[in-house]
Every structure is written in C-alpha cells, then in structure tokens.
C-alpha cells in the first residue's frame, strides 16, 4: 500500500529545514513502501515557489520541491510536471502584467 503525501506535510518540513529524505524516513518507519503526490500538491508546491518574498526564499523552494518530485521513493507522472510548468507560465505572465 502507498501514502499520498498532503502538501502541508512537505511544506511544515520545508519550513522548519527538514530535508525530504526526512519525510520518506519518516513513511518507512510507519511502513510505507510507496509515496506519492497529487497534482494539487505538485501546483501547491510550484506555486509557493512563485510567492516567494525574496529570490532566496525562491531558491530554497525550487529546490525543495524539485527533491521531492525526484525522490526515489515518489512516483510523479509526466503530466505532472507540465501542469507546473503552467503555473509557473501564469505566475510569469502575472507578474510582468503587475
């Protein structure tokens, strides 16, 4: 059986600096062989990168989100992914229309 990680999850970890191997330790050690993310949790994540108050903020998020989609353990389809990269298309749009 698998777990569906909730974006809150990821994002209270990313927050207090935890790495994302800490939330898989953390699924095995409940038994959890498979992990996986929704799409809502995958726009969720990309979509925190692009609220960023500060390049930094926005760095450290990208590259959060981007080690749990590449995680061994979290199968992400490639649908997946192209439903970020139009977030991030919006989000882009957005902000040079502001």
Known sequence: MGLILDTSVLIARERRGLPI???????SALGESELGLSTVSVL?????????RSEELKDRRRVYSQRAFDARSCFIHSRLR???????????RRRAES
């Open 21 to 27: 191997e800490h939330v898989i330790l953390s699924a």
């Open 44 to 52: 969720e994540l990309t979509h925190g990168i692009y609220r960023a």
């Open 82 to 92: 192209s439903r970020s990269l139009q977030v991030e298309l919006r989000a882009s």
